[in-house]
């Protein structure tokens, strides 16, 4: 099963480093990421310790980080719904 596991991740490596290297990408797409997953850290500091919005705590890790990394602001939102509708925390 580990085996499987280390193939599976060695394809998927060769597989985005074909299209990254056939694109011509370069380096100037790791930086915007960069920079947007920077602004998702802080904006979500300034909304778990800011006190804008009370009784509101999101947590900073990979999931939530990702997921406002992508979405932008209305990331943000989607969390603070989830939050709302499957724990009834309310705003």
Do not use: D, E
Not at 43 to 60: D, E, F, K, M, R
């Amino acid at each position: 099963m580990r085996g499987a596991v280390w193939l599976v991740l060695i394809a998927c490596v060769v597989v985005l480093a074909y299209l990254i290297l056939k694109k011509n990408l370069g380096i100037g797409w790791l930086a915007v990421f960069g920079a947007h997953m920077a602004l998702a850290a802080i904006a979500l500091y300034i909304i778990n310790y800011s006190g804008w919005i009370t009784q509101v705590y999101i947590p900073i890790n990979p999931v939530t980080m990702g997921t406002v990394t992508i979405l932008g602001l209305p990331g943000i939102a989607l969390l603070l719904g989830l939050k709302m509708m499957l724990f009834g925390q309310a705003v």
